[in-house]
Nanobody, 126 residues
């Protein structure tokens, strides 16, 4: 069973930075997509950034392009989300999620993700 442990959220001022971590375990083969979704109060969950284990392909939501960077440390089985130039509208619960077969389904559709970590809250003050 895949398990995901997210950490790194907190309170930061606008313009500041945070780094989220997702420690993953339990993958039984090496073709999977893993990354980050977020959900703000009253809004739908949205994909923020995803990385494919098979070829390193990345996805970024338009709202975070140029500000957020996803990376993975295979030795530590950990995926990171470096968030720079944070804005108040980035405030949300951030969730790490994963699924097998990175290319089989739309990469940004949360419906196709089977494994979810607990949320970590990011609050950006103005």
């Amino acid at each position: 069973e895949v398990q995901l442990q997210a950490s790194g959220g907190g309170l930061v001022q606008a313009g500041g930075s945070l780094r989220l971590s997702c420690a993953a375990s339990g993958f039984t083969h090496d073709d999977y997509a893993i990354g980050w979704f977020r959900q703000a109060p009253g809004k739908d969950r949205e994909a923020i950034s995803i990385i494919s284990s098979s070829d390193g392909t990345t996805y970024y939501a338009d709202s975070v392009k140029g500000r957020f960077t996803i990376s993975s440390d295979n030795a530590k089985n950990t995926v990171y989300l470096q968030m720079n130039s944070l804005k108040p509208e980035d405030t949300a619960d951030y969730y790490c999620a994963a699924r097998y077969y990175s290319r089989a389904y739309p990469i940004a559709d949360s419906y196709y993700y089977d494994y979810w970590g607990q949320g970590t809250l990011v609050t950006v003050s103005s």
